[in-house]
């Protein structure tokens, strides 16, 4: 198993927002609002109890909008999230079960790291984009680039601490494919419907990350 796992499905955006949602019908809106601001990727955590019927929202109605389940824990999670139409999956962290349930499914998959170690495995698993997660605290920039210099064919997606005053240096460090960030889709603005708050928030992430 190295270069054969699947690939993640092709989307533009290189801020990938991580959302919590307490209510399945802001799925539908919310990935509207993402898409009018540029962003045509969207990680839905199953934190929640209504995550699945919203991915599977997300995924029947808006066919554009590629949709990922975050916090992948257990194989249960990886069949209920595939079930649910999610086109690929991403986890704070990785373990041997979860791989292999990920393997198993055929779900395209970006496993989570935060040591040396940790991306040894993923890479033994096949993983070339990992979530450097918690990003921040586990060095942000400096770390990325100390973990360049032996993992030269990895390429991450920090996520965890991300937020539009360290955006662009994120995305101008070579090993790094994408971010991922909570602040594209804040609590407030969910529970009151401000879609266009959301939309207002994508757009600057896309100019930002263009520029
Ligand atoms: O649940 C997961 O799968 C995670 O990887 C954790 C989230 O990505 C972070 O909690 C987002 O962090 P903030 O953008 O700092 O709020």
Redesign the pocket.
């Known amino acids: 198993m190295s270069t054969s796992l699947p690939a993640l499905p092709a989307f533009r955006s290189r801020v990938v927002p991580?959302v919590?949602l307490q209510d399945a019908a802001h799925a539908v809106p919310l990935a509207q609002a993402l898409l009018a601001g540029g962003i045509d990727v969207i990680?839905i955590?199953?934190?929640t109890p209504c995550a699945l019927e919203a991915i599977a929202a997300v995924a029947r109605e808006v066919p554009e909008m590629q949709v990922g389940a975050?916090?992948?824990l257990s194989a249960d999670d990886v069949r209920r999230a595939q079930d649910a139409g999610a086109r690929f999956g991403?986890?704070?962290?990785h373990s041997p079960a979860l791989l292999r349930a990920v393997a198993e499914a055929g779900l395209p998959f970006v496993p989570?790291v935060m040591t040396p170690g940790e991306v040894m495995a993923a890479r033994e698993a096949g993983y070339r984009l990992m979530?450097l997660?918690?990003?921040?605290v586990a060095g942000g920039l400096d770390m990325l680039k100390a973990l360049a210099s032996p993992f030269g064919d990895v390429r991450f997606c920090p996520?965890?601490?991300?937020?539009l005053d360290n955006l662009g240096g994120f995305l101008k460090q070579p090993n790094v494919a994408l971010v991922?960030?909570?602040?594209l889709a804040p609590a407030a603005a969910l529970r009151a419907g401000d879609w266009n708050q959301i939309t207002a928030l994508a757009r600057q992430a896309t100019e930002l990350s263009a520029g």
Do not use: D, Q
Not at 180 to 183: A, D, R, Y
């Open positions: 991580v919590v990680e955590t199953l934190r975050g916090t992948l991403l986890s704070p962290g989570g979530k997660f918690p990003a921040t996520t965890g601490g991300v937020s991922g960030g909570s602040w």
